[in-house]
Structures are given as structure tokens and as C-alpha cells.
T-cell receptor, first 115, second 113 residues
Framework: EADIYQTPRYLVIGTGKKITLECSQT?????MYWYQQDPGMELHLIHY???????EKGDLSSESTVSRIRTEHFPLTLESARPSHTSQYLC??????????????FGPGTRLTVL | AQSVTQLDSHVSVSEGTPVLLRCNYS??????LFWYVQHPNKGLQLLLK??????LVKGINGFEAEFKKSETSFHLTKPSAHMSDAAEYFC???????????FGTGTRLLVSP
């Protein structure tokens, strides 16, 4: 079992609220990732980070933002949630410097529902 | 460019029978290939990984996969299904030329008693 944690596991909120999804890992990995996963669909990379103070946008455009102030922490924020943001959000981390070949370790996910 | 195609969205087997989950890939470079499993309300767990060593890769829980370059395939097999194998399985491709992994759309494995 990988040491990567996400909170909350489930979140139901109203439109317009600001939310932060937390992700922490205790493995000391430099690279971290956020994926969005809709039911029955593949994972889409929305953000990633090479290390502290590094953040990059992924393949899928997202209105969310991320920060990486500490190695172990990679929170995702939505300033104003909308129903279109309803999805599962998965956080992952990897050890090496070659993301294309490194094993990624995943957290349990946060299932977000925006009413 | 790289891509991965999981040929079946759902596979149904009976407990004790073999499992075959099919995956084809496309990659401009020598690929790394992964199979991940996702149980309901859980994150993804690595089953096995291929990185140009042995073409037959053994993973956890009795799963294995064979890399076939001529067929650009990386099918996942298990000789005997267990009820606990029921989950979503993702085939994933990556390589050193790209900094990201590409996930397939997943195959849902259903195991009946």
C-alpha cells in the first residue's frame, strides 16, 4: 500500500463554493500529479509538479489550480465550484525523473459532487 | 505520439476460469507498459510493469502480461479468476520521450461464482 493520502474522500458542495482537495505523500517523491476521472472513463492528467515551486498544466484543461510549497503536499483548489466539476480526482506521485517510465503511486481519490 | 487501446470495456468470467484482458499500444519510442487495478472507491494499484527486460512480466496476485512487439500488444492474463479480482483494470503506456503516462479507457472485470 502506497503512502499517499487524499482528503476528503467524498465531498458534496453547492455551486460557487471554494474548495481545496488535499494530497500528501510520505515517500519523499519529487513528482506529483492530479488526474480527473469520470465514471467509466480513462484518467486525464490535469496538473503535475516536478518538485517544490514547480507546477505545470496537464493534458486536460482545468479551472483548478495547484501549489507545491512542500515536497509532501500538493493541494488542488477550485475557486468557484460548478456542476461540471463533478468528478473523481486522483492524486499520484513518482520517485524518478522520467515520468514516462516511472511507476506512479496513487491515493484513494476524492469524489466531488457539485450541486 | 503514444496511445493505448483496451479492446474490451467489460469482461465476464466465472470464478476459477482464466482471465484475458487485451491491450494494444502505439509508441514512437521503446515503451514502458503498466497494468493498474482499481477496486471500487479505491485508488489505482500497480499490478505489473514492463521496461524492456523480460517480455513476460509477472505481477501481483497471480497476474502476468506478455509484451509482444510484433503485435504491439500487452495482454494481461491470470490462470484462475478469484472473486476478489473483480475490478477495473487500466493498461498504461509511457516512454522516455514523453514525460507523461497515457491511460487506456479501462476494462471492467466481472467474476461470477
Amino acid at each position: 500500500e502506497a503512502d499517499i493520502y487524499q482528503t476528503p474522500r467524498y465531498l458534496v458542495i453547492g455551486t460557487g463554493k471554494k474548495i481545496t482537495l488535499e494530497c500528501s505523500q510520505t515517500m519523499g517523491h519529487d513528482k506529483m500529479y492530479w488526474y480527473q476521472q469520470d465514471p467509466g472513463m480513462e484518467l486525464h492528467l490535469i496538473h503535475y509538479s516536478y518538485g517544490v515551486n514547480s507546477t505545470e498544466k496537464g493534458d486536460l484543461s482545468s479551472e483548478s489550480t495547484v501549489s507545491r510549497i512542500r515536497t509532501e503536499h500538493f493541494p488542488l483548489t477550485l475557486e468557484s465550484a460548478r456542476p461540471s466539476h463533478t468528478s473523481q480526482y486522483l492524486c499520484a506521485s513518482s520517485e524518478g525523473w522520467t515520468s514516462g517510465t516511472d511507476t506512479q503511486y496513487f491515493g484513494p481519490g476524492t469524489r466531488l459532487t457539485v450541486l | 505520439a503514444q496511445s493505448v487501446t483496451q479492446l474490451d470495456s467489460h469482461v465476464s468470467v466465472s470464478e476459477g476460469t482464466p482471465v484475458l484482458l487485451r491491450c494494444n499500444y502505439s509508441s514512437s519510442y521503446s515503451p514502458s507498459l503498466f497494468w493498474y487495478v482499481q477496486h471500487p472507491n479505491k485508488g489505482l494499484q500497480l499490478l505489473l510493469k514492463y521496461t524492456s527486460a523480460a517480455t513476460l512480466v509477472k505481477g501481483i496476485n497471480g497476474f502476468e502480461a506478455e509484451f509482444k512487439k510484433s503485435e504491439t500488444s500487452f495482454h494481461l492474463t491470470k490462470p484462475s479468476a478469484h472473486m476478489s479480482d473483480a475490478a477495473e483494470y487500466f493498461c498504461v503506456v509511457g516512454n522516455t520521450g514523453f514525460q507523461k503516462l497515457v491511460f487506456g479507457t479501462g476494462t471492467r472485470l466481472l467474476v461470477s461464482p
